[in-house]
């Protein structure tokens, strides 16, 4: 069964330090992939996604997120936090028309 | 820049009593999704909607639960009777269109529900 596994809960990084949230999946086929995040109390924002081409690829707020089909990972970096990203981050699988999600990693950001 | 409408942000009831929510897509949008989330967890899906056609509402406890979408705009979702473990963020999404599950969701900021 397709599944998408984000393997912590909770991550804590000071400001200014780099960032790298985990995210496995499984799935068949050549999958369709996103992150969104998810500030308290607020909807889901698409940070980025990825279908196919350059395995890299660039999203908004300078995140950034590279798809290891090897690993079958799609990880989401940025290189230096801001504490405005302290958030919910989710990664998604997209299937069959719809997303298969995460359960979410809470990025605290310490000052 | 377009965004999914939804209210009322936040709602309180007493169990066994009748909620409903509402969404109003982005324009042009076709596809429109409702999904419940419990705190500290991912979005589940509960119904989804192609203009005023159900596309899957596998994952909606009918007993209680229904959805509409008449005029293929605007979407109520209600719950009645509510029961305890009903509370949660009930949030609303929209596509332009299916598209294999390439398409991009765009969330409304959602109804944060509480049952007491």
């Known amino acids: 069964a397709q599944s998408v596994t984000q393997p912590d809960i909770h991550i804590t990084v000071s400001e200014g330090a780099s960032l790298e949230l985990r995210c496995n999946y499984s799935y068949g086929a050549t999958p369709y992939l996103f992150w969104y995040v998810q500030s308290p109390g607020q909807g889901l924002q698409l940070l980025l996604k990825?279908?196919?081409?350059d395995t890299l690829v660039q999203g908004i707020k300078g995140f950034e997120a590279e798809f290891k089909r090897s690993q079958s990972s799609f990880n989401l970096r940025k290189p230096s936090v801001h504490w405005s990203d302290a958030a919910e981050y989710f990664c998604a699988v997209g299937s069959n028309y719809q997303l298969i999600w995460g359960a979410g990693t809470k990025l605290i950001i310490k000052p | 820049e377009a965004e999914v409408a939804q209210s009322p942000r936040y709602k309180i009831t007493e169990k066994s009593q009748a909620v409903a929510f509402w969404c109003d897509p982005i324009?042009?949008?076709?596809?429109l999704y409702w999904y419940r989330q419990i705190l500290g967890q991912g979005p589940e899906l509960l119904v989804q909607f192609q203009d005023e056609s159900v596309v899957d509402d596998s994952q909606l406890p009918k007993d209680r639960f229904s959805a509409e979408r008449l005029k293929g705009v605007d979407s109520t979702l209600k719950i009645q009777p509510a029961e305890l473990g009903d509370s949660a963020m009930y949030l609303c999404?929209?596509?332009?269109?299916?598209?294999?599950?390439?398409?991009?969701?765009?969330f409304g900021p959602g109804t944060r529900l509480l049952v007491l």
């Open positions: 324009s042009g949008h076709a596809t």
């Open positions: 999404a929209s596509s332009l269109a299916l598209d294999r599950g390439k398409e991009t969701q765009y």
């Open positions: 990825y279908f196919s081409g």
